[in-house]
């Protein structure tokens, strides 16, 4: 496996957190199955195996060799080959939309080819064509800052509360978070949602998940009751209630899927090799 992490040019830097690209070759014939778990972030992703679709999801079928991704709200599982190359962009909050000039919220759980937002010029077959690793990710950085000349404003209010949230997270109270905002919960959670994707409660959550994923990956909690108290939880019940709902996994069940963390198709995943039937 190769994963690799490359920096945004500066004129992106406002935009993108990063670049990314994983290649992948099992060579056992065996079928790869993600779990991935509920996630905020917003981001482009191009996959491919030889050509065609690594990968697909039950229900749903292959997925798109080139897309575009909101925020999800449920744990999924993904299939895939056990070779396969994937290419990502992941998006700094409100990047997404000021960049594509689409409401976040309207791709929360969604995929969105990214023709939708290339003006016809057949960008995802262009993607698929190109040989180099190299090549596509200059091809991707090239568009997005296409996008610039037309990009939309960050709502600087929706940025402040992210800063706030974050500098408070096992404490922070969403009706003083609207009182220091002058907002009341209504116009905030509009405004919030139409940047991130999301409402601020379900982004708040999800953070102390991730942060709680991370305790557990240290090791140094022997019991999930005391990851709870370390994040400020008021009581075990609400901490084991977001485990479930976010991984989609009982407590007892994720400590394995945490430590085998990689990389994700649009979120932190844990990947598991599975024989074909």
Known sequence: MNYQIILPSYALSNYVSYFWTLQYSGGLGEEIVFNSFVDNSTG???QH??????FYQKGKGELLTSFVYGPSTKPTVTFGADVFELNGVLFKPGGLRALLRMDTDELTDEMVCIDEFAEGCGLADHLLNIQSTEQRMEVLEQFLIRRM???LAFDQLIHHSLDLIHAQIDTIRMLDLCKTLKLSDKQFERRFKRSIGVTP????????????MELIKTGQYNKLGDVAYALGYSDQSHFIKDIKQFSGYAPRDLSQQVSDFVVNLNKPLGLQSEAKS
Request: aromatic residues 16%; positive net charge; charged residues 10%.
């Open 201 to 212: 409660i379900f982004y708040t959550r999800v953070c102390r998940f991730q942060n709680a």
């Open 49 to 54: 195996n030889q050509g065609k679709s690594a």
């Open 149 to 151: 000349s037309n990009s």
């Open 44 to 46: 482009i992703i191009f």
